[in-house]
């Protein structure tokens, strides 16, 4: 049985398909937690996430990697020099030639 927050994650998924999307990008901090269970307190934004139909890439600063890499259905992107997350999230829609993205709303 999968847990709760993989089975949210596959709903993304589905909806991305339907959508006709290439990946979603989730940045408010109560629906990061609904779908990963990840909460860093009072820090907005601690942690944006990107769905795609096979990857849940997790994008954060140092200070949370090793929460995050103790959940089994996020990823960590692969590092890179830049540490805004602008130009991390632009790098992996150029890796996982990402053509449409949905934003939450």
Known sequence: MKPAYEKRITNVRKHLEI???DALLITD???VQYLTGFSAGQ???ALLLVITSNDALALTNSL???SIAQL???SLPAKTDSKR???ILAE???KKKIKTIG???
Do not use: W
């Open 85 to 87: 997350a602008s130009d």
């Open 103 to 105: 934003i939450e709303y």
């Open 92 to 94: 992996i829609i150029k």
């Open 72 to 74: 089994p259905y996020l």
């Open 29 to 31: 901090s109560h629906n």
């Open 19 to 21: 959508e006709h999307l």
């Open 64 to 66: 949370y990697e090793e």
């Open 43 to 45: 820090n907005e934004r």
